[in-house]
């Protein structure tokens, strides 16, 4: 995958809030699809560099994945108070 791109799709859940899933790859002709959510101060943009190594270029041009991006995981978001 040379130049990363994302369908951004921003979900409600109403007993949680809105959170932000985004699609990378194509879902309808890829072979299977990986889901990710990520872990605290991480979000989607964590797999960008590791999806974009040569050694994933097999794995990244057969695959979808969708990132979930938890309420406070969005660019942008306030630190969480300490």
């Known amino acids: 995958m040379s130049e990363t791109t994302y369908e951004h799709r921003e ?9 932000n899933v985004y699609i990378q790859g194509d879902l309808k ?7 990710t959510v ?7 943009l964590s797999w ?3 999806l974009e190594h040569e050694s994933m270029t097999n794995l990244a041009s057969r695959a979808a994945f969708i990132h979930v991006d938890i309420p406070g995981q ?4 306030p630190s969480l108070p300490s």
Do not use: T
């Not at 002709?29 to 889901?35: A, K, T």
């Open 38 to 44: 990520h872990d605290l101060g991480c979000n989607h």
């Open 74 to 77: 969005e660019d942008g978001a």
């Open 29 to 35: 002709h890829s072979y299977f699809v990986i889901l």
């Open 48 to 50: 960008k560099a590791f």
């Open 11 to 19: 979900i409600s859940a109403p007993r949680v809030s809105k959170f």
